[in-house]
């Protein structure tokens, strides 16, 4: 049931983004957007449609706030590529758009993904006016300076560090560059249902913190070739994770750990929440 729902959340949010994108013209930039938001899991759009989905919110509303999170996530990814960040070939299976264009296609279709998400906010499809600000600022607030691009400062200065980030710090340094791009969604399904945000909050930080400790489990244990990117670079960067701290059979039992809290966060929405529960066992037993 869950690998269905998640299979026709990842086709209707490709549909979506392909018809949205296909406004832009035949340049390299257009095409490059077109590029970089194929493929994925698509986790977080289905966070903000099923989300959205608890207080009935139509489809078709709740789809422009998954298809601008795609698309700031994309921006991310890019950027993240990039020789001056984590310097990476391979996203997807597929060579990064630095490589497959030059580097600055690529931080032109970064910033042309992130300024797209915002514009997709804002259109009236997205709810009414209250809405869409509120859509836009927490959106704004998770993805800058307060949020992912806080967390990426702090791990490029991590790696020059006079000593490896301790628990609390990586914490705190994946709250921001990871888990607040999984808190969105949620919240937004909340402001698109005039919703209390509080449980969806709660477990979507439990989900976002399990999945950078899957991600750095399957860092050691992963294949290259199924996850589609390079592995082991932190390891051979000397880079503090939640393995080298815990060790990999405590990041494990610290994964499960905060899928139980998940689930528990979703008490009050009952049955109607049983994909988002089955996403929170998901995020830790892929194998990407």
């Keep these: 049931m869950f690998k ?42 289905f966070l903000a449609l099923e989300s959205a989905a608890l207080f009935d919110v139509p489809r078709d509303q709740a789809m422009v706030a998954a298809g601008a999170v795609e698309c700031l996530h ?22 990064t758009v630095h490589v497959k264009w030059d580097e600055a296609t690529a931080v032109l279709v970064g910033d042309a993904l992130q300024s797209f998400a915002f514009e997709l906010l804002a259109d009236p499809r997205a709810g009414d006016a209250a809405q869409r600000v509120a859509l836009v600022a927490s959106l704004a607030r998770a993805s800058g300076a307060q949020g992912m691009v806080l967390g990426q400062a702090q791990d490029i200065a991590a790696e020059t560090a006079a000593a490896p980030l301790t628990l609390d710090q990586i914490t705190q340094l994946q709250g ?28 979507a930080r439990a989900i976002g913190l399990a ?58 929405y009952g049955e109607k929440a049983h994909h988002l529960t089955a996403l929170a066992r998901y995020v830790v037993d892929r194998d990407k």
């Design 176 to 203: 921001n560059k990871t888990g607040r791009l999984i808190e969105w969604p949620a919240l937004a399904g909340a402001m698109l249902g005039r919703a209390d945000p509080a449980p969806l909050l709660a477990y």
């Design 211 to 268: 999945f950078q400790i899957a991600d750095d489990i399957l860092d050691v244990t992963g294949d290259a070739a199924t996850a589609g990117k390079a592995l082991q670079k932190d390891a051979a960067a000397g880079k503090a994770t939640f393995v080298s701290l815990l060790g990999l059979d405590a990041a494990k039992l610290r994964a499960a750990d905060l899928v139980a809290e998940a689930e528990a966060a979703l008490t009050p």
């Design 74 to 95: 994309a921006y991310s990814l890019v950027h993240d590529d990039l020789p001056c960040m984590d310097d990476d070939d391979l996203r997807r299976g597929q060579p």
């Design 4 to 45: 269905l729902a998640l299979a026709a959340a990842q086709a209707d949010i490709s549909d979506f983004l392909i018809a949205e994108l296909a406004r832009f013209g035949p340049d390299r930039v257009a095409e490059g957007m077109r590029y970089a938001t194929d493929g994925g899991k698509r986790l977080r759009g």
